[in-house]
Every structure is written in structure tokens, then in C-alpha cells.
T-cell receptor, first 116, second 113 residues
């Protein structure tokens, strides 16, 4: 069974540009969450999508946005990049079942974004 | 607002030693707690998930416990090996289940051969 796949693995962008990151969840998982990881702040929640709807949103500026497609694949977009957006962006998927509720989260390898 | 703390931030032990990593959380109304391992520059690997109704979970040399009343979880690693060297993160999910994971900043473990 394939794990969570994030593409691309590495990105270098210039300040002011925009970027789109992609996440393909484990087959059957309909919940996808995004996190930003930096050395200073650790892992911070960006947003979560379930069945194409945003269920939760973290405390990030509107430059950060996301969406989920009908096949559960998700993308996040960052517009007008700033130097401080340099980070490892991690995506997680989990299974929501009526019987067991939300099960464990599985993470991808992340996308390393460097803004210069 | 849930806050998760992991102490110590870094730990170095000789190979073969048994060790305990600590995780504390401020809001005891959790849905589950999950332990992860992260190797440098990599994603997170799920180690153990403890549901709020459980007291502990075991997988191989790993044992995680949960005490909601005291707001604490521990990860016990038996007979540590150099391959266990990594950063260990714990994350708590709020009790509605419809809330994000809140992460601690991790404990960086070095196992010296």
C-alpha cells in the first residue's frame, strides 16, 4: 500500500513568487492536513481538508491556501513568498471511520521550500 | 488552547540502555495521542497511537503510556540501538476528533555505539 506522497521534494523560489505543493494521501484516506515545520517554531498546523471541504484552519495569513479534489489529493498554495516561508511543508492523511472515528495520521516525506 | 511540551530537548545515551522520553499536555480532554519519529530532513514516521480510553500501547521495543489526569505520556525504548537516533515527537489531538494535532518540539535522541 503506497504511503503519503508529496511533490516536489525540493523547491527554490524567489521572494514575491507563488508556489503550489501537492499531496496524494493513502488510498481510502479522505482527511488531509498540512503542517509547516521550522527550526524555531516546530510543527504548526496550516489547514485540514475532508471530502473537499476545509474543516480547520490554523493561524496563518491568507497568502496560504489549499484545496482538495474529489480523489482526495490536496494542494496548498503560497502566494507572494517571503523569506520566512522557507520551511519543510508536511502533509498527513488519516482515515475517518464511523466505528473508530479518526485513526492515526500518516505523514509524507515533505516538501523543502527555500525562498531566496 | 492545548500546549504540548517535551523535555529534555536532547538526550544522549550509550547503546543498550533503556530510556524514557516525556511528553506533557495542558488540556486533558484529548481524543488520542501519537508518537512519531523524524530522521533529519525527512517526514514523520508514526510509532504508536494511544486512544483516550487506552493506558498504553506496545510495538516491539517501544511502549507508550498515557495518563490523561496528569497530562502526561511517556515513550519507553528498551535496549536502545544507534539506529534509534532521531527526533521523537508527540502530538495530541483534541477530544472532538475534529481538531488538528498539536505537536511538541521533540526530543533529539542520540544513541552512542
Amino acid at each position: 500500500k503506497a504511503g503519503v506522497t508529496q511533490t516536489p521534494r525540493y523547491l527554490i523560489k524567489t521572494r514575491g513568487q507563488q508556489v503550489t505543493l501537492s499531496c496524494s494521501p493513502i488510498s481510502g484516506h479522505r482527511s488531509v492536513s498540512w503542517y509547516q515545520q521550522t527550526p524555531g517554531q516546530g510543527l504548526q498546523f496550516l489547514f485540514e481538508y475532508f471530502s473537499e471541504t476545509q474543516r480547520n484552519k490554523g493561524n496563518f495569513p491568507g497568502r496560504f491556501s489549499g484545496r482538495q479534489f474529489s480523489n482526495s489529493r490536496s494542494e496548498m498554495n503560497v502566494s507572494t513568498l517571503e523569506l520566512g516561508d522557507s520551511a519543510l511543508y508536511l502533509c498527513a492523511s488519516s482515515l475517518i471511520s464511523l466505528l473508530r472515528g479518526e485513526t492515526e495520521a500518516f505523514f509524507g516525506q515533505g516538501t523543502r521550500l527555500t525562498v531566496v | 488552547k492545548q500546549e504540548v511540551t517535551q523535555i529534555p530537548a536532547a538526550l544522549s545515551v550509550p547503546e543498550g540502555e533503556n530510556l524514557v522520553l516525556n511528553c506533557s499536555f495542558t488540556d486533558s480532554a484529548i481524543y488520542n495521542l501519537q508518537w512519531f519519529r523524524q530522521d533529519p530532513g525527512k517526514g514523520l514516521t508514526s510509532l504508536l497511537l494511544i486512544q483516550s480510553s487506552q493506558r498504553e500501547q506496545t510495538s516491539g521495543r517501544l511502549n507508550a503510556s498515557l495518563d490523561k489526569s496528569s497530562g502526561r505520556s511517556t515513550l519507553y525504548i528498551a535496549a536502545s540501538q544507534p539506529g534509534d537516533s532521531a527526533t521523537y515527537l508527540c502530538a495530541a489531538k483534541g477530544d472532538s476528533g475534529n481538531t488538528p494535532l498539536v505537536f511538541g518540539k521533540g526530543t533529539r535522541l542520540s544513541v552512542i555505539a
